[in-house]
C-alpha cells in the first residue's frame, strides 16, 4: 500500500514473505507473435525507422511479463532516444563502406576511430537502458565513468586480443564486474564477488569439454575422411562411403557446436549471478546446459522448418528459461526494502533524465 506522500509501506497486517523469491515469466508464443510480425512488417514499410519504436514494444512486453515477488519490471524508453543511436550506426556503417572504397588504410583510420568511440557509445547505451528500466516504481541507474569504460570496452579486450585471448576471462571479468558494481535500485548498488580466477576456471572447463568432443568426433569420423583425402583411384563404392563420413564429420561438428556453446553461457550465468548481490540480498542462477542446448538445437529445426516464422516463440522458450532459472535471497522482507530505497530514491532529482537521451541500438 501506499501513503499520503507516494511511498510505499507495509501493512503490518499482511504476511510478509520473506525466504527465497523466484523470477517467473509469464509471456508466451502467441502473444509476442502478433507483437513481431506487426513490428517486422511497419519496420519493412518505413524503412527501419519503426525499428525503434519496435524495440520500445518488445522490451515493455518482456519487462512486463518478467515478475518476483508478484511485482513486475517496466521499460520506459523514448524510441525517439533509441531512433538516434540507429542512425549513428548507420551513419558508421556508411562512412567504413565509403572509406573501404577510397583506400585500405582510411578503412582502418575509420576502424579505429569508431573502436576509440565505441566505450562512449556503450557507456551512454548503458545509462540509457537502465535509467529507463524500474521495479514497483523505482528506477534503475549507472553510476560508472568514462574513464572506466574505455578500460573496460577498449583497453582490455585489446590486451586480450594482443595475448591470444589469454586474458580473454581477465577482460570478461573486469567487464561484468563494471556492468554489475556500478549499477543500482534506486540508491541501492549492486556489487559483484566473482574473481578473476573463478572466470578462468570457467574458461578451462568450457575449453576442455570443446576439445574432448573435438577429439571424439575426430576419433570417429577422422579416419574415413583422411582416407579420402590421400586415398587415390577409390571405387565407387569407396568413393561413396567417404564422401558420406565427410558428410557425418562435418554435422557433428556443427552440432557440437551448437551443443558446446550452450555449455559456456550457462557457465558465464550462474557464475554472474551467483556472486551479485543488491545491497544484502543476493541472486541465484540454477540454468542446466542439457536444457539449454535441447533449447537451442529445437529452436533452430523449428525456425528452418517454418522459414522462420517460430523465431518470437524461440525468443519467448530460451527466455522463460532464462529468467525462471533465477532466484532473489532477499535479507528480510523484500516490500521493507523496497519501502526504504523509494523513499531514499524520492529525494533524487529527475535533471539527469536529460543527459540519458542516447541509446545505442544495432
Not at 59 to 78: D, I, M, P, R
Not at 80 to 104: D, Q, T
Not at 180 to 205: C, I, M, P, Q, W
Amino acid at each position: 500500500m501506499t501513503d499520503v506522500s507516494g511511498f510505499q509501506t507495509v501493512n503490518q497486517g499482511e504476511p510478509q514473505q520473506t525466504g527465497p523469491l523466484p523470477f517467473s515469466f509469464s509471456g508466451t508464443g502467441g502473444e509476442y507473435f502478433r507483437i513481431w510480425i506487426v513490428n517486422l512488417l511497419l519496420s519493412i514499410v518505413t524503412l527501419g525507422i519503426y525499428s525503434a519504436w519496435a524495440k520500445v514494444r518488445r522490451l515493455k512486453y518482456f519487462y512486463g511479463n518478467t515478475t518476483v515477488a508478484n511485482s513486475s519490471f517496466e521499460y520506459h524508453g523514448n524510441p525517439v532516444a533509441i531512433l538516434k543511436g540507429r542512425f549513428v550506426a548507420v551513419i558508421l556503417i556508411i562512412a567504413y563502406n565509403l572509406a573501404l572504397e577510397a583506400s585500405g588504410f582510411v578503412a582502418l583510420l575509420m576502424i579505429i576511430a569508431v573502436a576509440f568511440a565505441a566505450p562512449w557509445l556503450i557507456w551512454k547505451s548503458l545509462q540509457f537502458k537502465l535509467y529507463n528500466s524500474s521495479y514497483r516504481g523505482i528506477r534503475f541507474g549507472f553510476r560508472g565513468s568514462l574513464k572506466q569504460a574505455y578500460l573496460v570496452y577498449l583497453l582490455w579486450p585489446l590486451l586480450a586480443g594482443i595475448s591470444l585471448l589469454l586474458a580473454a576471462p581477465f577482460a570478461h571479468q573486469r567487464l561484468k564486474r563494471f556492468q554489475h558494481e556500478e549499477s543500482r535500485f534506486g540508491s541501492t548498488h549492486f556489487s559483484f564477488d566473482a574473481t578473476v580466477g573463478a572466470f578462468y576456471k570457467r574458461y578451462l572447463l568450457f575449453f576442455a569439454i570443446w576439445l574432448t568432443g573435438f577429439t571424439a568426433i575426430c576419433v570417429v569420423f577422422g579416419g574415413a575422411v583422411f582416407t579420402m583425402i590421400v586415398s587415390d583411384g577409390m571405387t565407387d563404392a569407396r568413393d561413396t562411403a567417404s564422401m558420406f563420413a565427410v558428410f557425418a564429420f562435418i554435422f557433428a561438428m556443427y552440432v557440437w557446436m551448437f551443443l558446446v556453446f550452450p555449455i559456456f553461457a550457462t557457465l558465464i550465468q550462474n557464475l554472474i549471478w551467483n556472486n551479485t548481490r543488491l545491497g544484502l540480498h543476493h541472486f541465484q542462477s540454477e540454468m542446466k546446459w542439457t536444457r539449454v542446448s535441447f533449447i537451442a538445437i529445437t529452436n533452430i529445426i523449428a525456425i528452418i522448418c517454418t522459414l522462420g516464422l517460430f523465431m518470437p516463440f524461440a525468443q519467448i522458450r530460451y527466455m522463460k528459461y532464462r529468467v525462471e532459472s533465477m532466484t532473489l535471497h532477499p535479507e528480510g522482507s523484500l516490500d521493507h526494502f523496497v519501502a526504504a530505497t523509494q523513499a531514499q530514491a524520492g529525494a533524487t532529482g529527475e535533471g539527469v533524465a536529460d543527459l540519458l537521451d542516447f541509446d545505442l541500438s544495432l
